[in-house]
């Protein structure tokens, strides 16, 4: 617990918050960029976001608890995330909770959350939605957590700050077989979480090809907000989490408050870089059919449990 | 006596005394007599756990007179203690529920006299020290359990079919278990456990893997493992709401008791060769894990789902078991004991969480007399407590911080997850795959949750009887709450039991203890790397709620909330049959893992009579069966009948036919053992 | 994959350069105050009154690459509750009288609605039939007008911009 490691969470939950809206306006800038249009520009989403708390907040009328606090216990989910995984620093005052497994579960209950508050709106397209989802973070999970443990096994530890430090390290393991199996695993995986194409369109106006969306349709204003912002800060934490397992150079390991500078930017650029590539690659997807999903997320937890015996058998 | 035995035998007299209430008192207060008596029972059970968990050196009494030919003796120790201390906790809970519970028709005199019955039965399994205590304490338990099992038979017709099963599947398990403890004990000089544990070390790998066989045939039927779950989905949802909490919270993990003291303790001393045992209890554990909980992902039954999610839970801990044994046999003692004890913790995380869901259950049956989710529905409104409890439950259950199963689930993972450097092929391959079918159990059981949750509680009522559902009285409120407030302390706090579980990790002999060093505030390995603070985490998620919640204070006050009708697109007001039912939810997942679950579809069209191209009616009717029962047992039951058939030839009904089998097959042994003697 | 990177560097830029902003003439509430506090983002919901779908097409091209007015801060959403502005098209039909109201309930303040076409405006070639009940202004407030038969993508993207400010 030192003065650089609360400041470096701090500051990581500071930037991820006002960075996650520029994020998403980036990759819509990109977007619509290459579809030849000229886009709304990078400040959009904050825009959206600074009308959207001006507005009347308005509660359904036989909708629960569950639906008021849906919102904000995503971000409070989001934020706990954000101030944990070691994206500047891997002094984190909040180390004991640094856990890779703790940290996919604090994102899963963040949309079981919203799930349920879809569920609770008693709607056909909120339980459409709320089930659409839960089925795609049930395949999800196996990738996930043989991805962690593929990454955990020459660490010898789940502990983010451990996996961070022993990649500083140890630099030419990124290149290895298990590496980069395992960042593609999580890749397809992490687009399967944060709703991008191929497996959900967050642009969509047609309610049967939706899955996020389709809870959140009855949220207004400030709720509206909440769960825009929660959905952009989810994306910014994934694609961090990725390039800090990936490519954690630039994190600052020792006390000093000087390297958390470098770090930011370090940090900035990696996850504007992955955004960037993202919305790129979108452009030449289209979505799948949601019974083609589990074809996709089967095939991503094929490659995480090849990651899995490459880190046995190229030892 | 020291402070366990002492408790013990109060718990037997607070049982006693429940029993003689039950039958002698008049009906108005037979219900709080005996709930009363009961709980004080289990709390008296959970304190000689406790004690028993605690203490050094195990408490021992020997009652020669009790039992003909082989009198009783009890010993507690560690190991037993825990398990002591589950059944207690959840006796407690169960009785205190039941006092207002039984008003349901229940206030039976045979009904309220098997409880207390059950209860000391329960408490005495872990508690016995030979093969002879241990197998009429298993027996009692399962009488009294068929008993309760059965008492709403005249009200409904699938009560007795489910007793049926009930009974036929935990006998053939006893049998089993009989088997495997006899031949073990035949090679010993008298059956005390310390006497088979003195001459495990001389039994041949054959006999020790008939032993280990049979009994693990007999435990995994009794904790419901596939492929001998079948009667798990069938009794739990026919049986009274309390006893089903009780017999999947506390019975079943005496399955894992069994599996525990004979694989760990008892043969424990067998020298080499039994890594094939601990392979199959994993494989068998992951088969369950993933076949229980995508079994209660699409059922729509809420007492057949909680009962499905049993089967997953029991079969995680198997895994942990399993893995546990496959690590000991590899010597890798630290690993072996992290890996039982995280087994152990979800014995009693899952005693926990399961008996408050099967209390809510309970709680709605009665409300609304229907276990059906795609009835229910809209219950937040005429049921708070209850909804807050069963989102409570339902948040343990499904293995999400700040949950109560996500502990347990944590150290298993951790302990698969450091298996795999430096061990042999077998293990690189089983411990992926393991953390594989955890994981997809961990999606799966979120999936059941939300469904359970979001479905039966929220939302507008499916149904008029849901639609009228008022709150359950003060003593089954306060049942659940004990049963939460046991939640929430074991998700907060894990560090409070980590100690005595290390101390049952010991007495087993599987590893080294204190494999998990629980301090108040976090979870530390020990000897591999790997740290955990529940309570940090959830504080964590409190301050962030809060800060959210002050910043939407003012940033976001221009206007003040409104409350509007849904968003119908305009067309009219939404009914309660166009919400999402339980059917609905599960569908996806339903075709998603259609190969494993093989829905059956029956369409039925009937045409107009004039002519074939107008639809009069069209019924539809899908049923997911349980695979294992339809693929395993008929074929088993079907070649039992024939067997039965083939033999009713012999029987003739000629007086010196019969006389001539007696005589001829008594010949036919005196000559086999002159010749073989 | 490789032919349509060719395409879309070949292709490049498609929007048409921003038109000068003209004002329009504001019908019904004042229209600076609302859009004030939406300060540079409208999200838009359109719902078809009963229209031709000439509006729409339209419209659909007002939102399509050429015109893009998603630059100037609008964006088509699919639930009122996530709107700011309402773009009704048609005159309003007697069965989508009471939806449009109900819509119009839906939208969380401060809402604007943009009459888009002279269907909207005063019926158009549809006045007196016996299938409408009246213009856009009888059922709901109405702050912009968009006239045209159909309005032109320039005309409906002046309107959008007089709610952006942008």
Known sequence: MTAAGVLGAVLQVAIVVAGAPLLIGVMRQVRARLEGRAGAGVGQPWRDLRKLAGKEPITPRGTSEVFRAAPVLLVATTLVVAAVVPFLTTRSPLDPVADLVAVVALLTLGTVVLALAGLDTGTAFGGMGASREVTIVALVEPTLLVAIFALSVRVGSTNLGAIVTSTLRDPGRVISPVSLLAAVALLVAIVAETGRLPVDNPATHLELTMVHEAMVLEYAGPDLAMVELASAMRLTVFLGLLATLFAPWGIASGAGVLALLPAVLAFAGKVLLLGVALAAGEVFLAKLRLFRVPELLAGSFVLALLAVAASFFLT | MSLAGTALGLAMAAAAVATLAAVGSPARVRAAAVGASTAIAGAAGLVAGVAAMAGGGAAAVELPGLLPLSGVAFALDPLGGLFLAVVGGVAVAAAVYGIGYAGHGLDGRAVQASFPLFVAAMLLVPAAATVGTFLVCWELMALTSLLLVVAEHRRRAEVAQAGVWYAVMSHLGFVAILVGLLVFAGHAPDDAFGSLRAVAGQLSPAVGGVVFGATLVGFAAKAGIVPLH??????????????????????????????????????????????????????????????????????????RLLGYSTTENMGLVLVGVGAAGTFAAAGRDVLAGLALAAALLHVINHAAFKSLLFLAAGSVLRATGSRDLDELGGLRAGMPATTALFGLGALAASALPPGTAFVSEWLLVQSLVHGLPASGVATAVTMPVAVAAVALTAGLAVATFVKAFGVGFLAKARSPAAAKARESPATMLAGMGAAAAACVALALFPGVVL?????????????????????????????????????????????????????????????????????????????????????????????????????????????HRES??????????????????????????????????????????????????????????????AVTR | MVRLWQRIRRIGRVAEPAPERVSLEAGGAPLTKAAAGLAGSVQVRHVDAGSCNGCEIEIGSAFGPVYDVERYGARLVASPRHADALLVTGPVTRNMAEPLRRTYDAVPSPKLVVAVGDC???????????????????????????????????????????????
């Not at chain 2, 067998?270 to 494989?283: D, E, I, K, T």
């Open chain 2, 499 to 607: 100690p005595s579980v290390g101390r049952a990790v010991a007495a087993s002999g599987a590893g080294s203890a204190d494999p998990v060093v629980g301090g108040a505030v976090s979870m530390r390995l020990v000897g591999v790397a790997g740290s955990l603070s529940p309570l940090l985490l959830a504080t964590a998620l409190l301050v962030a709620v809060v800060g959210v919640v002050a910043t939407l204070r003012l940033v976001a006050n221009r206007y003040a909330r409104r409350v509007a009708p849904l968003w119908d697109c305009g067309a009219g007001p939404l009914t309660a049959r166009m919400e999402y039912t339980a059917t609905s939810f599960a569908e996806p997942l339903l075709r998603v893992f259609d190969d494993v679950l093989q829905p059956e579809l029956d369409v039925d069209v009937t045409h």
């Open chain 2, 612 to 673: 074939r191209y107008l639809v009069e009616a069209v019924e539809y009717r899908r049923r997911v069966p349980d695979r294992v029962e339809r693929r395993l047992y008929r074929p088993v039951l079907a070649a039992a009948r024939w067997w039965g058939e083939a033999g009713r030839r012999l029987a003739t009904g000629s007086v010196h036919r019969y006389l001539g089998y007696g005589f001829y097959s008594v010949t036919a042994l005196l000559i086999v053992l």
């Open chain 2, 230 to 303: 079948a009667w798990l989905p069938r009794a739990h949802p026919e049986a009274p709401s309390h006893v089903s909490a009780a017999m999947s919270a506390a019975m079943v993990s005496l399955g894992v008791y069994g599996i525990v003291r004979v694989g760990f303790d008892l043969l424990g001393g067998l020298p080499g060769g039994q890594r094939w045992w601990w392979l199959l209890v994993m494989g068998l554990g992951a088969v369950s894990a993933v076949y229980g909980i995508l079994q209660a992902a699409v059922h729509t039954d809420l007492k």
């Open chain 3, 120 to 166: 909207a405006r005063n019926c158009g070639v549809f006045a007196g039939a016996y299938a409408v009940v009246g213009a856009v202004g009888d059922v709901v407030p109405v702050s912009v007008e968009v006239p045209g038969c159909p309005p032109r993508p320039e005309a409906i993207v002046a309107a959008v911009r007089e709610l952006t400010g942008r």
